[in-house]
């Protein structure tokens, strides 16, 4: 036997994944907040690296860029991340790679640590923005869950209120 659907649960499911895609986006701080946590994420990062060099080795050159561009992908999402990511590979190569200071062209291992780096840093900041819009979407969720359960408690009382007016009122003609 096939059940007939409930046009309400259909139409609730249909709600929620619209709510799903258009919305999914909107974890995300709006503004230039992102901008300047990034621009001083940044700065920090090429600060302690910079402090740190006599003691961090020439291989972990993006070590605290590596660390700012997750972080960042945490807090704003991965375009403010790859962004620094796009910044932060040529100062990491020009500041902290031997020959220090120029950029006469890139060798081998240059060139891999290019790539482990991007990718690294890619593949968490991807994972975290679909973590964060996953967290967002249930957030959401949530919040209409709790909205309908308010409206079904006012229209359950609302029917109890109009139930009793009709039965004091019938009472009332009985005994009259």
Avoid at 46 to 64: I, N, Q, T
Avoid at 105 to 110: A, F, R
Avoid at 146 to 175: H, M, P, V
Wanted: aromatic share 14%; proline share 3%.
């Amino acid at each position: 036997m096939q059940e007939k659907m409930d046009p309400t649960r259909t139409h609730s499911r249909a709600i929620m994944s619209l709510i799903k895609l258009k919305n999914a986006k909107s974890w995300r701080p709006q503004g230039f907040r992102p901008m300047y946590v990034s621009a001083i994420g940044f700065i920090a990062a090429f600060g302690m690296r910079y402090a740190l060099a006599p003691f961090v080795d020439e291989s972990l050159s993006m070590l605290f860029f590596a660390v700012n561009c997750i972080v960042i992908s945490y807090l704003f999402g991965y375009l403010y991340s790859l962004g620094l990511l796009a910044i932060s590979i040529p100062t990491a190569m020009f500041f902290f790679r031997k020959p220090f200071y120029t950029m006469d062209g890139l060798n081998d291992k240059d060139l891999f640590m290019i790539i482990v780096y991007t990718v690294i840093i890619a593949t968490a900041s991807l994972i975290i923005e679909w973590l964060q819009r996953e967290r967002y979407a249930a957030v959401l969720q949530q919040r209409v869950s709790e909205t309908r359960y308010r409206l079904l408690i006012e229209s359950d009382q609302a029917r109890r209120a109009e139930y009793t007016k009709q039965f004091e009122s019938s009472a009332a003609g009985e005994n009259a």
